[in-house]
């Protein structure tokens, strides 16, 4: 894997691990949540600060990032897709 893919993987399995959505980990990390969504499929190219940042509202060092997985492992699942709660007017 390259760093970029590894970036991706463990971004993926840290959120999910945790249940969090990419729009609650952008909010917490003050990134964009279609950029944070374009790291996981490996579309952007993150800066060093931005890992980072991403990283602290992860609760990980920045190196848990580039954590290389075992030759063995499944690619991380999606948190399933969630429902708006329901309107109170």
């Given at each position: 894997?390259?760093?970029?893919q590894?970036v991706a993987?463990?971004?993926?399995?840290?959120?999910?691990?945790r249940?969090l959505?990419?729009?609650k980990?952008?909010a917490?990390?003050q990134?964009?949540?279609a950029?944070l969504?374009?790291?996981?499929r490996e579309?952007?190219?993150?800066t060093v600060?931005?890992l980072d940042k991403?990283?602290?509202?992860l609760?990980?060092?920045?190196g848990?990032?580039?954590?290389?997985p075992?030759?063995?492992?499944?690619p991380?699942?999606p948190?399933?897709p969630?429902?708006?709660a329901?309107?109170?007017k």
């Open positions: 894997m390259n760093a970029r590894l993987w463990n971004l993926r399995r840290l959120r999910v691990e249940g959505s990419q729009e980990l952008a917490d990390a990134v964009d949540r950029y969504g374009g790291l996981e579309t952007e190219n993150p600060d931005l991403v990283a602290q509202a609760g990980q060092p920045v848990a990032l580039f954590a290389v075992n030759a063995d492992a499944n991380p699942k948190l399933p969630g429902r708006k329901p309107s109170t």
